[in-house]
């Protein structure tokens, strides 16, 4: 897992989080224009945990065109957050761009880590036995590619490898110390196994997960050193299955120590908020909604930035079923190599022969079949071409079936039959056409210039107003496609019909200082009918209409048919000249004298503050009354029971055996589950008149008598 300052790490704990990418290719840094970019990178080339993984991580890449040439260049890829330190990056490593695809304004590309170069022969120089670190370094010096030595165990190779391509030598080395190998961050060959990290991701940063039902563990692991031979250490059906020629009990064994036991839990998780610092090889710790706890390692990684990051974990892994292995020794894949010490050969007879990089001075070669070719002179006595671009070329005889030029220069021009579309030339010999001399009856024009045609001379069917603008001399009608309009003597447009710039057919009309009303195929929009010209039936049922414009006898009887209410400082009630407010009054006292004689309490509860987010909070406030008057004070804040309600019943049980109490409770974000609903019980107590067995009340020595409280 890459390391970070404390800084950067709070930052990615974080939920609104934006991070920059940044592109270098040949000390030319690329900011603007990137899109998307995806990483993938793996610690297993099977279906299921292994040793040995060379697989080599790439990026997917969408961009606008850069000013700088991509294409068979190494690029660097970095990702930047914007602290109040200043900036922070967090690398994603070296890749080297394969062909771009041209998209237009924008490319996309495909581009690997530096795994790649050990795509090539192996052909060792060193004397064996020698220790393992020792044919790393020479691999990766050959490969040009440098390697980190931490954790790469002391041990030795007893004998050379040959038959095998640096990638497959890696493989085969890299299952004899107990681990994988990668390309990391900084582009240096690593070896390792997985560790547990410190990241750890719960529901509220993951979208899905996806698991198996039982761990996988490795109970043993199984090598094939050849077709008919294999090594065993532990016991059990899980485990790995592998095969290495090179591969004895004693270092398996180690291997086994090493990694067994090793225990993980198949499955996906999709994390929205995710993180770059994550690599293969690390574990992390996901939690499902109960709180359980899975480990679960990079098998397979994938980082998705688009400003943001998405990251993908997947962890694959078989079922209780052991897997048969294929040996895969040198028999199948060693190449029959003749050696010199400079690889310098008279003659050769090669049935194949795959190489990276030659430089032959002379060849002849019967049947060449190549993808890209860059030839400085090629002298071809017969040329068959499909598609040919060619910047320059000179031509002696040039016979040609069709032949389409942007721009012909010519000193001589036979041409037996020309058919052109637009023709024109400072020192061409014109033909002069006029109507004297020429009658054309029928003529297909594609183009064509005149100074003046005659409108009765035109058979036309459909003017079409999409390629026409039909405009009057003065400029005062015009008609564009589907709209038309209709401007004064100054140019301003004073009414317009058809299709507006909504795509809304409408109606408007504008005065002089462009102000306009509008008619669509809603109705009629404000400021469109002039004054006066509204009746009734013109008016909507919903219409807010100013009081001097109201018929007040209608609108009364329409008031006393109905249930509506009328707000006034003195409305007459009736023929005594009792007014409203009188009555009203009479009714407020009435209903207060009902609430004293009832004794009732009345428990209000309100809110201050909004809870919408982990980071706010709600404060609930709880008062009681006793006939109109506020008696909370009086009452123990301890008898304000709180209890909550929400989508949870489980979750609700937990929180409401906390008992909280008290006038008010403060809500944050761990006290709401989706939606909740709070209440408060108020406990009051009740006092009584203590008597004696007979019904007489008790009093004290004063004679007052002795009251008791009941709760």
């Known amino acids: 897992m890459i390391q970070v300052s404390n800084a950067l ?18 000390n030319t840094l690329i900011t603007e224009g990137i899109q998307s970019i995806k990483h993938t990178s793996f610690s297993t080339s099977e279906d299921t945990l292994t040793l040995g993984c060379v697989a080599a991580s790439y990026v997917e890449i969408t961009m606008d065109k850069p000013g700088v040439t991509l294409e068979n260049q190494e690029i660097f890829i970095q990702f930047g957050a914007k602290l109040s330190t200043g900036m922070e990056y967090i690398p994603l490593g070296f890749f080297a761009v394969n062909k771009l695809e041209n998209n237009g304004e924008t ?12 795509d090539k022969g192996y052909f060792s120089n060193l004397s064996y036995p020698n220790k393992l670190k020792t044919v790393l370094n020479e691999i990766c010096v050959f490969c040009d590619v440098q390697l980190a030595e931490q954790g790469i165990p002391d041990i030795a190779i007893a004998s050379k490898i040959e038959g095998y391509t640096c990638r497959e030598a890696l493989q085969i080395l890299t299952q004899l110390a107990g681990g994988n ?35 996988y563990v490795i109970e043993r692991i199984k090598c094939a050193i050849s077709n008919d031979e294999s090594l065993v250490s532990g016991s059990g059906n899980k485990g790995i299955d592998i095969s290495n020629p090179y591969m004895s009990q004693s270092i398996l064994n180690n291997v086994y120590s090493k990694v067994s036991g090793f225990t993980y839990r198949p499955g996906e998780v999709k994390i929205a908020l995710g993180d770059f610092r994550l690599e293969q090889c690390d574990i992390i710790k996901v939690y499902d909604k109960d709180g359980n706890v899975y480990l679960v390692p990079c098998l397979e990684l994938v980082h998705e930035w688009d400003g943001g990051c998405w990251t993908t974990v997947k962890a694959v892994g078989k079922t209780d079923a052991e897997t048969e292995v294929n040996f895969k020794g040198p028999t199948a894949t060693k190449i029959d190599r003749v050696y010199t010490k400079l690889a310098l050969v008279e003659h050769a007879i090669v049935n194949k022969l795959d190489v990276e990089v030659a430089n032959i001075t002379y060849a002849t070669i019967s ?34 079936a069709s032949a389409k030029i942007a721009i012909l220069e010519t000193v001589t021009g036979d041409i037996t039959h020309l058919v052109n579309g637009n023709l024109t030339s400072g020192n061409i010999l014109n033909l002069n056409l006029t109507s004297k001399n020429t009658t054309i009856e029928n003529a297909l024009i594609k ?44 140019g301003i447009i004073r009414m317009q019909a058809g299709q507006d710039k909504t795509g809304n057919f409408t109606f408007s009309i504008f005065n002089k200082a462009g102000t306009g009303v509008l008619i669509d195929a809603d109705g009629i929009k404000a400021g469109a009918v002039p004054a006066g010209l509204i009746v009734d039936n013109m008016v909507a049922d919903n219409a807010n209409i100013q009081g001097s414009k109201v018929d007040i006898k209608s609108l009364v009887t329409e008031i006393n048919a109905g249930d509506t209410k009328v707000l006034g400082s003195t409305v007459q009630l009736d023929a005594s000249g009792q007014t409203l407010d009188v009555a009203f009054s009479q009714v407020h006292e009435e209903i207060n004298a009902i609430a004293s004689e009832d004794g009732t309490y009345l428990l209000q509860v309100y809110t201050e503050g909004s809870h919408v987010g982990d980071e ?21 804040a301890d008898r304000f029971l709180w209890k909550r309600t929400s989508e949870s019943a489980e979750e609700d049980i ?33 006092v009584y008149v203590i008597s004696d067995v007979s019904s007489n009340p008790i009093t004290d020595i004063n004679g007052n008598e002795i009251l008791g409280l009941y709760v």
């Open 181 to 215: 190998a990668y390309v990391n961050r900084s582009g240096k060959l690593s070896i390792g196994w997985y560790a547990i990290t410190d990241y750890s991701a719960d529901n509220s940063r993951y979208k899905a997960f996806t698991r198996n039902e039982f761990d």
């Open 654 to 686: 937990k929180w409401n055996s906390k008992q909280l109490t008290g006038y008010s409770i403060t809500l944050k974000g761990d006290d709401v589950y989706m939606l909740a609903t709070f209440s408060c019980t108020v406990t009051i107590p009740d």
């Open 107 to 118: 490319i996309s590309f495909t581009a690997y880590d530096r795994m790649l170069k050990f």
């Open 447 to 490: 183009n064509a210039v005149m100074q003046s045609v005659s409108v009765a001379d035109l058979l036309a069917g459909t003017i079409s107003t999409n390629k026409f603008k039909i405009m009057s001399d003065d400029g005062g009608i015009e008609i564009a496609g589907a709209t038309q309009q209709w401007k004064d003597s100054d």
């Open 367 to 400: 049947n060449l079949t190549a993808t890209n070719a860059k030839i400085q002179d090629l002298q071809v006595n017969k040329l068959g071409v499909d598609e040919a671009a060619i910047k320059y070329a000179n031509i002696e005889d040039l016979v040609a």
């Open 616 to 636: 706010e909070t709600a404060t609930l406030y709880a008062r009681v009354y006793e006939k109109n008057v506020e008696i909370t004070s009086t009452i123990s």
């Open 9 to 26: 790490m709070e930052y990615l704990s974080g939920e609104a989080r934006t991070f920059t990418a940044e592109i270098y290719c040949k």
